[in-house]
């Protein structure tokens, strides 16, 4: 079956960039879409097909899918910011929904 | 602007089947080109696809759970269900229901993202 993988972990200072990596077998040929989740919340959409922003997403959410790694880029991340990010894209071969494990950002 | 909302029984025991409803306000779901979906995410962990409906009401489910599963719309009640049979501890995990967007391409037509999704509900086994 398909599987997508992150690190489990990413840490990054207030105000600089943080780069979460999602990877899966020639990745580039899905789309991948990303989700933020705060404690107790629910999950939100950051990123859809690869680097589309929803309405009332800050700008300094980006993304891109090259190869086998999609990434989602955080600019000048804000303490906000610290969630657990899950990447997600869909596998034709087996028709389903695929989750990437998550990756905890922590903003010290 | 659609939201939706999980209700059910917080407790279900051993061997029993766990029914879930998802009430989908600020528009019908009937009507776009939605899948209605179910994702459950056990405590400190990943999300886990369970499966959708389309607004055709075709179904699919992850094959993992695929035996135990059944996702039925009741679009007079603007509401769609999740039932899983035989349960275990396992099966412990706060359920989400969520909108998929349709995407179509050469390989057919799939969810390609999920938004909204609704609070939430702890369900345990």
């Known amino acids: 079956s398909y599987e997508l993988t992150q690190p489990p972990s990413v840490s990054v200072s207030p105000g600089q960039t943080a780069s979460i990596t999602c990877s899966g077998d020639?990745?580039?040929?899905?789309?991948a879409s990303w989700y933020q989740q705060k404690p107790g919340q629910s999950p939100v959409l950051v990123i859809y097909?690869?680097?589309k922003r929803p309405s009332g997403i800050p700008e300094r959410f980006s993304g891109s899918n090259s190869g086998n790694t999609a990434t989602l880029t955080i600019s000048g991340t804000q303490a906000m910011d610290e969630a657990d990010y899950y990447c997600q894209a869909w596998d034709s071969s087996t028709a389903h929904v695929v989750f990437g494990g998550g990756t905890k950002l922590t903003v010290l | 602007q659609v939201q939706l909302q999980e209700s059910g029984p917080g407790l279900v025991k051993p061997s029993q089947t766990l029914s879930l409803t998802c009430t989908v306000s600020g528009g019908s779901i009937s009507s776009g080109s939605y899948y209605w979906s179910w994702i459950r995410q056990p405590a400190g962990k990943g999300l886990e696809w369970i499966g959708h409906i389309y607004t055709s009401g075709s179904t699919n489910y992850n094959p993992s759970l695929k035996s135990r599963v059944t996702i039925s719309v009741d679009t007079s009640k603007n509401q769609f269900s999740l039932k899983l049979s035989s349960v275990t501890a396992a099966d412990t995990a706060i359920y989400y229901c969520?909108?998929?967007?349709?995407?179509?391409?050469?390989?057919?037509?799939?969810?390609?993202?999920?938004?909204?999704w609704g609070q939430g509900t702890l369900v345990t086994v």
């Open positions: 969520a909108r998929g967007s349709r995407y179509c391409s050469g390989g057919g037509c799939f969810p390609n993202w999920f938004d909204p």
């Open positions: 020639k990745l580039e040929n899905k789309y």
């Open positions: 097909q690869d680097n």
